[in-house]
């Protein structure tokens, strides 16, 4: 499950212990810093100062935007990091892609799209637990 997101409200502090997307999967985990929709710094750790020169490799400011936001749900999935899309799909995790994402139903070009995983997030929508640890959730309806 994947959406766009709204570009420029995307904010906090992210582990990355899944993959990075095409290259591969994440040995030693690290963090990310998101603010106002971008992202401003990358730990430099083994794999921070990896990733770090992959997203400069695409010689364009717009791949830092944050454009998606998405939850695996596929229990026949493994997020292995030989596969992009396997990890991404696998069921308890969740990943943010950054750069274009005007196929997935925004308005954000870039030139390109880059995918980070996380394993077993706890994700808050609105305030309310809809993933814990890498298990969803179901919260009663908020009917008001």
Do not use: W
């Not at 710094?41 to 490799?57: A, N, P, V």
């Not at 899309?85 to 954000?108: C, K, M, P, V």
């Amino acid at each position: 499950m994947y959406l766009a997101v709204e570009e420029d409200q995307t904010s906090g502090v992210g582990v990355i212990d899944g993959s990075l997307g095409y290259l591969g999967k994440v040995e030693n985990p690290f963090k990310i810093h998101l603010e106002a929709g971008k992202l401003i710094d990358i730990e430099q750790s083994e794999f921070g100062i990896t990733l770090d020169h992959y997203m400069k490799s695409f010689k364009d400011e717009r791949i830092y935007h944050v454009g998606e936001f998405g939850i695996g749900l596929n229990t026949h999935s493994r997020c292995e990091g030989r596969c992009y899309i396997e990890d991404e799909s696998t069921y308890g995790t969740a990943h943010i892609g950054f750069g274009r994402n005007q196929a997935l139903g925004g308005e954000f070009e870039a030139n390109g799209h880059f995918d980070l995983v996380f394993r077993q997030p706890s994700i808050y929508a609105d305030n309310r637990l809809i993933m814990e640890n890498g298990m969803i959730t179901v919260p009663d309806p908020d009917i008001r």
